[in-house]
């Protein structure tokens, strides 16, 4: 145990080991001895309730009764409890779940003019523009033909953004980071359908376009990366697209910016150049400091975040388990620290492995709270060495024009009751 391990922010605590089975259960002494008395002091099977008898076998699973999981639809940053007909976007509980995976109906959603109802057996993709053979597809014809499956984040850019200016304390991690979200997607590659038409050597750009009513398009780059790893997914976590997320065909683009993700894909356009849609000029720019804007902002950052304990949570003093989620658009998570004293010492957390290239990683790290007011924070480090930037530096280098892809170390402080709240650092 190095001399910075055993600093009291830690508790004394080092690795899992020391939460030995000793210390773990009723009676034995020591801090981490009033880790989980009241529920393993039972000892005998009186303690334990009676066998239950079981319901009918549905059709289909539902979630247990006792579970309450719910998005939050919002109508901008900072605006919450709307009339749902006015949300723009629907936040994942992050606080609530568990491993790297989110349920499918708990995916973050961001659609433009709502999920439009698409029968997919009127369903075409048009792949057209700078190729030898432009052609249409049905989605049986995509079905057919060879798949690739990958588990990957979707993060949209505007995540984080009720951060940039200032901190609302009553905010929960669902509402500051809820954007983003991780699933198992199935589909054809690019690669395969770009060379199916023929696209020619110049085409280095491609529109995708969107068969919603807000017509969302997007001119994306085709670099090796993009031709490598995006892909038409009609599959999600093993079952048909959901409506809100694309059904029947989107696009998957692992590691870049959420509304190149086009849902409800309607035509992929080679040709030589960006086509400047308003998607990407009035929208998704970033405001400088200097007044003039980037365009083209497409990768997601090196990001993370604590998600228990997290704003809105009451703690007791004592053993605390604390986790989260990191996740990059550059590859794998390599490494995560956090600190429980507000940035000043860190310790390396512990990844549930694996951890996937551009998906999220779940890290966990024991801590014992002192019951002092103090802040926690997480940072995240991928494979391309890329670490994420305090708030500090974030903003010395972005400013406080942008609104989108703000990936800065997230705080929550914790008072003397246990109460954690958003905090800017
Ligand atoms: N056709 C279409 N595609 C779209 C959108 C949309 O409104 N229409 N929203 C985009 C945005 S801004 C994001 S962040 C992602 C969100 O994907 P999700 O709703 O499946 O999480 O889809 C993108 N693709
Ligand atoms: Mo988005």
Same mark, same amino acid.
């Given at each position: ?67 309450? $999981? #719910? ?5 901008? %940053?900072?605006?919450?409890? &709307?009339?749902?007909?006015? =949300?723009?976007? +629907?936040? /994942? ?32 993709? $048009? #792949? ?5 053979? %432009?052609?249409?597809?049905? &989605?049986?014809?995509l079905? =057919?033909?060879? +798949?690739? /499956? ?37 589909g054809v ?42 892909f038409v997914a ?15 065909i989107?696009l ?13 894909l ?160």
């Amino acid at each position: 145990m190095s001399s910075k391990d055993q600093s009291p922010a830690w508790g004394g605590l080092d690795k899992m080991s020391d939460l030995s089975r000793r210390k773990f259960i009723a009676g034995s002494a020591g801090v981490a001895g009033s880790i989980v008395s009241t529920r393993a002091a039972a000892e005998s099977l009186a303690d334990v309730p009676p066998r239950e008898v079981g319901a009918d076998l549905g059709a289909r699973s539902e979630r247990s009764k006792y579970v309450t $999981l #719910a998005r939050i639809p919002e109508a901008g %940053p900072g605006k919450r409890n &709307v009339d749902p007909s006015d =949300a723009i976007n +629907s936040k /994942t509980p992050l606080d609530k779940l568990y491993g790297s995976i989110t349920p499918s109906d708990l995916h973050y959603e961001r659609s433009h003019s709502g999920a439009p109802d698409i029968d997919p057996v009127k369903h075409r993709l $048009l #792949a057209d523009g700078m190729v030898r053979k %432009p052609l249409v597809f049905t &989605v049986e014809d995509l079905k =057919a033909m060879p +798949s690739v /499956t990958r588990t990957v984040f979707i993060e949209c850019t505007g995540n984080g953004w009720e951060n940039w200016k200032k901190a609302d304390e009553s905010l929960s991690v669902q509402n500051t980071h809820g954007l983003v979200s991780t699933n198992e997607w199935t589909g054809v590659p690019l690669r395969f359908l770009a060379e199916l038409v023929g696209r020619e050597r110049d085409a280095h750009w491609l529109l995708a376009e969107g068969g919603d009513a807000a017509g969302v398009a997007r001119s994306i780059p085709l670099t090796d990366e993009i031709l490598d790893e995006a892909f038409v997914a009609y599959g999600q976590n093993g079952e048909p697209l959901r409506p809100a997320h694309g059904f029947p065909i989107r696009l998957i683009m692992p590691g870049f910016e959420g509304n190149l993700n086009i849902k409800w894909l309607r035509r992929l356009k080679f040709g030589d150049q960006p086509w400047m849609t308003r998607w990407e000029t009035a929208r998704y720019t970033q405001l400088r400091p200097d007044g003039r804007a980037t365009q083209f902002q497409l990768r997601m950052e090196t990001n993370s975040v604590i998600t228990s304990p997290s704003g809105t949570m009451v703690i007791r003093p004592g053993y605390q388990r604390i986790t989260g989620l990191a996740w990059s658009g550059h590859g794998k998570i390599v490494k995560v620290e956090v600190s429980a004293d507000g940035a000043k010492s860190w310790k390396e957390a512990k990844l549930n492995l694996p951890a996937l290239p551009k998906a999220q990683t779940r890290f966990q790290i024991d801590w014992v709270w002192d019951g002092k007011p103090t802040k926690i924070v997480s940072r995240s480090t991928d494979e391309k060495g890329n670490v994420q930037p305090d708030r500090k530096s974030f903003i010395a280098a972005v400013g406080t024009n942008a609104l989108f892809h703000y990936s800065a170390q997230q705080t929550w402080s914790i008072d003397d009751k246990g109460k954690v709240r958003n905090v800017l650092d």
